[in-house]
């Protein structure tokens, strides 16, 4: 069992920036792959970032948020990480972290998920 907790949302206008972090719960988060998916009102949950386990020496991003964000990881603390910078009104949703064993990215199954933390960007 994996208990993920996503933390630092809240409100920024269009250009500003929030950093987002997720701190699991488990004694294999070097085992893990860790997204992030976001979910914006009446829309499906989509993918935005994924990073790779142990080393974190890949990481996949969407194509509307690449060049913008960062996800990154500190095993150390148990914590997975997305940078999110030039954020635009369009990005706001609520924003989950997910882990998986195995590979990353976008195309697969995710087996532990977060409660969500919401991100707002006003124009």
């Known amino acids: 069992q994996v208990q993920l907790v996503e933390s630092g949302g809240g409100l920024v206008q269009a250009g500003g920036s929030l950093r987002l972090s997720c701190a699991a719960s488990?004694?294999?988060?070097?085992?893990?792959?860790m997204g992030w998916f976001r979910q914006a009102p009446g829309k499906e949950r989509e993918f935005v970032a994924a990073i790779s386990w142990f080393g974190g020496l890949s990481t996949y991003y969407a194509d509307s948020v690449k060049g913008r964000f960062t996800i990154s990881r500190d095993n150390a603390k148990n914590t997975v990480y997305l940078e999110m910078n030039i954020l635009k009104p369009e990005d706001t949703a609520t924003y989950y972290c997910?882990?998986?064993?195995?590979?990353?990215?976008?195309?697969?199954?995710?087996?532990?998920w977060g409660q969500g933390t919401q991100v707002t960007v006003s124009s």
């Open positions: 997910a882990s998986r064993s195995g590979r990353a990215g976008p195309g697969y199954d995710y087996d532990y």
């Open positions: 488990t004694r294999t988060f070097n085992n893990l792959s």
